[in-house]
């Protein structure tokens, strides 16, 4: 994946283009609860969700058992799923199972070495916001939407595969 | 052989637009090459040596008359003239400039070819058996699926990024000719379904594959191997590369272990969404008929005349054709290794004239093996003597089909940055020492393969004799492995004896072949039966020298 423009400042893009501004905060482990959209770290997550009332965000690192949270989706509007370097591809697992197994259908972000490059295959993994480093997000979501109209297999973007096309129903 | 729809050629012309607008922007110096690198890899675009190297993708290397011509004309224009026939039926192009990339592409594409995913830890190029559909021990034709598995695996968002390459090898007759113990997952086609394998490699440290399933239905393949793919993408090692390949996951976790993981998530995957229907695996089948058999009137006595008048073409018979699944044809290989030149070579000429071969006598189809050779599958018996003469002229008559000058040799130092030896120069001393017909003939089947260090692109683990380059002190020496094979006996070769110097190793070889001359019981027993019954240890003392 190309290190294009990855020294640009991360910005919040929609999957549709809009860039927004990021009202998240992502809190320490020992931080207060108070803050209005805080994110949680995995761990504390699936330890004091059950126990907590209204809706957060989550972060999930690579490494983290994202099916461990299915008890606690209703309490999540947020899931940021860490990029910690392009080449490592775990977050695209957790994406789909988030999306097609577990039916999560809040805010799916991915963050950390996020560039232009990946977005078709985030987006396809049913990613719908970014923290992209690059000069220009929306003409970067726009060049990803336009690289591809078709996809040989299913994923988690509801397109269809190109033998359901061949062979329509 | 299977032809694109406009789905697969708006697919490759989608890429290759892509591809074009960032050479564009390299040559521009709006990338750096450490921005252009990644890019370029997903095309198949290497940075060798000296030069850039093109490898182009030849899906299960089934190949037609015409896309060879476009290698041909490849090479004369924008190559030095010859390219590279590779382990994983694939060509590379050794000499390119940046700037023709884009043009090849489109070339390219304009006879149903691409580079796409030939390098990158994603899913390779599946291989497969080279006389699929043709072989007379055939249970089922793999071509279809492994068809299926391309279009699967093509672009497949989750899986761009995995640990590591990922290489899958499909065979559906009972002799196992694509090594299907030593790929991240091996699929053998049975009456009953897929038996499943996972986990072999080579590189440094060489696994075969475990039997993780057996009977798995063809209409669910897709959603299996999701699965897995799924589980090595989440748990494989990412923390070093030399790890990070599907065998050490399936060695950590157990075999068992890993099936099990790989059963539990298939259970949660939506399956009809994955699997394509009996009506696309219909439809892949039907580019995959038997030939329309020329009924070309067959006389075994002007075979035998044509035979007895003319040694080498008699020699050529015997090795390198094999029984076809009708009893007038056979398949023919070509051999690219011809005494003292690079394994896997042809030039332009060459490739217009195995095509003209593949035209007038074989239905204009080819194939690469990973012995790195090209056969024709299908040619009538009557044919025989014509094509011998055709290819003959064009210096692609040498009879040494599995014998052991029909080496694999990596690229080695002479091309090849991470080497620490050279492998050709290495092949070609070989091929010259035993370029006696009668002896190579003599000592029988003998695979013999090289690597120019020990991530083993030349499959040494799994030669009858592997030979692998090492530095030392920055001196080039070889290790001789001796009990490999990558059959359906599949096992992996040991290292045997000290390190030798390149000029050691010809005369190692000749006292090693002296010594199974005399011990084997007979001309059946193969060198890796005799290695068999006697142990390695009895072969150790010939490889060096008499004090
Ligand atoms: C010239 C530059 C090349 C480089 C830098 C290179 C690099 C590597 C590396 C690093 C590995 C070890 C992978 C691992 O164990 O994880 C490997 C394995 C392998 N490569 Fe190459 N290679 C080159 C050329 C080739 C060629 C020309 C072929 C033939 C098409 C080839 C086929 C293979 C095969 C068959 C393996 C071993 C099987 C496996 O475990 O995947 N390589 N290569
Ligand atoms: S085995 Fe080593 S020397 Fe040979 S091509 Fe592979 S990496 Fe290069």
Not at chain 2, 304 to 330: P, Q
Request: contains cysteine; proline residues 4%.
């Amino acid at each position: 994946m190309s290190l294009l423009n990855s020294s640009h400042a991360p910005q919040l893009v929609s999957d549709q283009g809009e860039v927004n501004v990021n009202g998240w905060t992502l809190l320490a482990d020992d931080d207060a609860l108070g803050v209005d959209q805080a994110v949680l770290s995995f761990g504390r997550a699936i330890n004091e969700l059950d126990g907590l009332n209204g809706r957060y965000g989550v972060r999930v690192a690579p490494g983290d058992d994202v099916r461990k949270l299915a008890p606690f989706l209703s309490k999540v509007a947020l899931i940021e799923v860490a990029f910690p370097g392009y080449r490592d591809g775990r977050g695209y697992s957790t994406a789909r199972i988030l999306r097609q197994d577990l039916g999560f259908d809040g805010e799916l972000r991915a963050v950390g070495d996020v560039l232009r490059d990946q977005l078709f295959w985030m987006m396809r993994c049913g990613f719908n916001s970014f923290l992209l480093k690059d000069a220009d997000p929306a003409g970067a979501i726009r060049h990803a939407r336009s690289l591809y109209t078709h996809a040989y297999q299913s994923a988690a973007d509801g397109l269809k595969p190109v033998w359901a096309l061949r062979h329509p129903a | 052989m299977y032809q694109y729809d406009q789905f697969d050629h708006a697919m490759v012309a989608a890429r290759n637009a892509e591809f074009k607008d960032q050479v564009e922007r390299r040559l521009k110096g709006e990338l750096s090459e450490d921005q252009f690198k990644p890019l370029r890899l997903m095309n198949g675009l290497y940075l060798q040596l000296h030069a850039y190297m093109l490898r182009i993708a030849v899906p299960y290397g089934v190949l037609s008359s015409r896309q060879m011509r476009t290698f041909a004309h490849i090479a004369r224009t924008y190559d030095r003239d010859f390219g590279h026939f590779t382990t994983r039926q694939n060509i590379q192009f050794n000499w390119i400039k940046l700037a023709d990339t884009p043009q090849i592409l489109e070339d390219l594409a304009a006879v149903e070819m691409h580079a796409i995913q030939t390098s990158g830890n994603c899913i390779r190029n599946t291989t497969t058996d080279q006389f699929a559909g043709a072989a007379k021990d055939e249970i089922d034709d793999p071509r279809p699926f492994a068809e299926l598995i391309r279009q699967w695996s093509t672009f497949h968002p989750e899986f761009t990024f995995l640990p590591r390459k990922f290489k899958i090898a499909i065979t559906g007759a009972t002799r196992d000719r694509a090594a299907i113990r030593v790929h991240d997952i091996g699929l053998q086609l049975t009456d009953k379904g897929f038996d499943v394998y996972v986990g072999g490699g080579m590189g440094r440290t060489p696994h075969l594959g475990h039997l993780i399933k057996s009977g798995l239905p063809g209409d669910k393949l897709l959603s299996y191997l999701e699965a897995a793919l799924r589980v090595y993408n989440r748990y494989g090692r990412r923390d070093n590369i030399y790890k990070a390949r599907i065998k050490i996951l399936v060695s950590a976790l157990g075999p068992q272990e890993y099936a099990r993981q790989v059963e539990e998530e298939w259970a949660t995957l939506d399956q009809a969404q994955i699997d394509a229907p009996h009506a696309e695996i219909a439809r892949i089948k039907s580019f995959f008929p038997q030939p329309a058999y020329a009924e070309k009137p067959f006389d075994v006595a002007s075979l035998e005349r044509a035979k007895a008048a003319d040694a080498g073409f008699a020699r050529w018979v015997r090795n390198n054709t094999l029984a076809h699944r009708r009893d007038d044809h056979v398949s023919v290989t070509i051999s690219l290794k011809p005494t003292g030149l690079p394994p896997g070579d042809a030039s332009s000429a060459q490739m217009d004239a195995m095509a003209d071969a593949a035209d007038r006598f074989g239905y204009g189809e080819l194939r690469v093996s990973h012995e790195q050779n090209v056969i024709l599958p299908h040619v009538a018996k009557a044919d025989l003597y014509e094509l011998y003469r055709l290819l003959d002229q064009n210096g692609l008559s040498s009879a040494n089909v599995g014998k052991i000058t029909d080496m694999i040799a990596c690229p080695g130092l002479d091309y090849c940055s991470l080497a620490n030896a050279r492998s050709i120069p290495l092949a070609q001393d070989i091929s010259q020492r035993f370029a006696d017909a009668e002896l190579t003939d003599k000592i029988g089947d003998l695979q013999i393969k090289i690597s120019g260090c020990i991530n083993a692109c030349g499959h040494h683990h799994v030669g009858h004799i592997g030979i692998l380059g090492v530095d030392k002190q920055g001196e080039e020496f070889y290790q001789i492995l001796l009990g490999g094979r990558a059959d359906e006996q599949a096992a992996l070769g040991v290292i045997t004896g000290k390190g030798l110097s390149a000029e050691a190793v010809p005369g190692a070889l000749e006292r090693l072949i002296k010594l199974y001359l005399e011990l084997r019981t007979d001309e059946t027993e193969r060198f890796i039966d005799t290695v068999g019954r006697l142990g390695r240890e009895a072969f150790a003392g010939a490889l060096h020298e008499p004090a």
